[in-house]
């Protein structure tokens, strides 16, 4: 075994230097900063701290996967370990670098593993026979390695290991899951597809099918995906985090809706979620067979965003659900002029919301209009404490007389009924007199 050590600065001109050099800095670092196997094995843990370290010869690798770790200063008695996934045309720097996971890591004392792809495309194989099969081959099998030698190495608890990615490496989440549940506690897949979505026989990488959306089974089916991934195995099954954009046009978001069949049946639980909230304008979080931050599956779909979805502040909100805060609180968006709160009560076809308005400016609201997104198929048949136009898609609430004034730190409250044909969400996406409000 044999480790070469590199500091990677997650700062933007590292970012740029590493984009500009590309394979240059792996060649210098190799000539550079090579050690000895003795050496290495002796200096690993300690030399791996507060670094971006890559660590070769970590075990069984069939597809030449690149395996990088992050160890913060201080770490946890037994810390949790967490596999974080690039997307094509990444790598394991990379997405160090560009994401808050190390952050996190500093300030929660758990480890980090950044996997990395060798292969042209940058892209994980999902699609593969081998990589949907529990111990197959290909790029599961050598991050399964990664993590028993991170777990070896520096005696971390096997019982909390989690995954997240973005895109392929959300994709990459999927399959780790399904592959491995006796491993994986729990993942999260930014604008990802089902296990077994991509799956292909003809050595292709990308099916165009499942990235158009139109890959479509019953819970039943996706849920058997993943259940023949390991035959037999009867034990816990990991819990999963889902988030998708409504306008992602390279995985579309038909697929956000498939995986919440698959892992809801993969769970034991129906479709039907246990709560719904808009914990940021534009967001609808629903959550299956729990209420809480560590439901069984969560889903946040986010309206109008793309397939680059991931912002600052969404990975702190992973680690939540992952129970890897310690009782820390989730980073919220700073506090605008409103915000908004709705309760919705649902039935078969209809549902009604009770919508909170509160006026967290220093100057009155004198006269007010409330501007919110009605989530498709929903359509106002009546409301109280304000006049609605139009009945669905965009909708603005007219104050009445009586409540046209809104003092600083002072609340209103309006309502209405709805029809739904399936999708009982909160709305989303407020504005009071057109400047944004906060959700929550």
């Not at 890559?54 to 596999?83: I, K």
């Not at 197959?136 to 995954?163: C, E």
């Not at 849920?223 to 991934?229: D, F, I, K, S, T």
Request: hydrophobic share 35%; charged share 10%.
């Amino acid at each position: 075994m044999s480790t070469t050590v590199g500091n990677t600065a997650r700062t933007p001109l590292r970012s740029v230097l590493v984009a500009l050099l590309g394979g240059l800095l792996p060649l210098l670092a190799a000539t550079l900063l090579t050690a000895s196997p003795a050496t290495a094995r002796m200096a690993a843990p300690v030399e791996a701290a507060a670094t971006l370290t890559e660590v070769t010869n970590f075990g069984t690798n069939p597809s030449n996967l690149q395996m990088y770790v992050y160890v913060p200063d201080t770490v946890t008695t037994r810390p949790a370990v967490l596999v974080a996934v690039h997307w094509c045309t990444g790598s394991g720097p990379v997405f160090y670098s560009n994401t808050e996971y190390a952050s996190l890591a500093d300030r929660y004392g758990f480890i980090v593993i950044y996997p990395s792809v060798t292969r042209a495309s940058k892209c994980f194989d999902v699609s593969s026979p081998q990589a949907l099969t529990r111990g197959g081959g290909s790029d599961p099998v050598g991050i399964k390695s990664m993590v028993d030698y991170v777990t070896r190495t520096y005696n971390a608890d096997a019982s909390r290991v989690f995954a997240t990615g973005v895109s392929s490496g959300a994709m990459m989440t999927n399959v780790l899951l399904g592959d491995y549940p006796d491993v994986f506690a729990a993942g999260s897949a930014f604008a990802g597809v089902p296990f077994g979505c991509f799956a292909t026989t003809n050595g292709s990488e990308w099916n165009s099918e499942c990235a158009q959306g139109t890959v479509i089974h019953t819970p039943q089916e996706w849920g058997n995906l993943v259940r023949n991934a390991y035959p037999g195995y009867t034990g816990a099954r990991p819990r999963m985090q889902l988030w998708h954009g409504t306008e992602d046009d390279t995985l579309r978001y038909p697929n956000f809706g498939e995986e919440i069949k698959q892992w809801t049946n993969v769970q034991g639980l129906t479709q039907t979620p246990t709560a719904t909230d808009s914990p940021q304008s534009g967001w609808t979080r629903t959550r299956y067979g729990a209420t809480g931050d560590r439901a069984p599956v969560e889903a946040i779909s986010l309206q109008g965003v793309g397939h680059n979805l991931i912002t600052t502040g969404m990975a702190a909100r992973v680690i939540t659900f992952f129970g890897l805060d310690s009782g820390g609180t989730v980073p919220q968006p700073p506090a605008g002029p409103c915000k908004v709160a709705v309760t919705v009560n649902a039935w078969n076809t209809g549902l009604t919301a009770n919508v909170t308005i509160t006026n967290n400016s220093t100057t009155a609201v004198n006269g007010w209009t409330l501007g919110f997104t009605l989530p498709s198929g929903q359509t106002i048949t009546s409301g109280w404490s304000a006049t609605y136009a139009p009945a669905s898609g965009t909708v603005t609430a007219t104050n009445a007389t009586y409540n046209a004034a809104i003092a600083p730190g002072a609340s209103v409250g309006i309502g209405y009924q709805a029809s739904h044909t399936g999708n009982s969400a909160a709305p989303s996406g407020f504005t009071l007199n057109g400047t944004a409000c906060t959700a929550g």
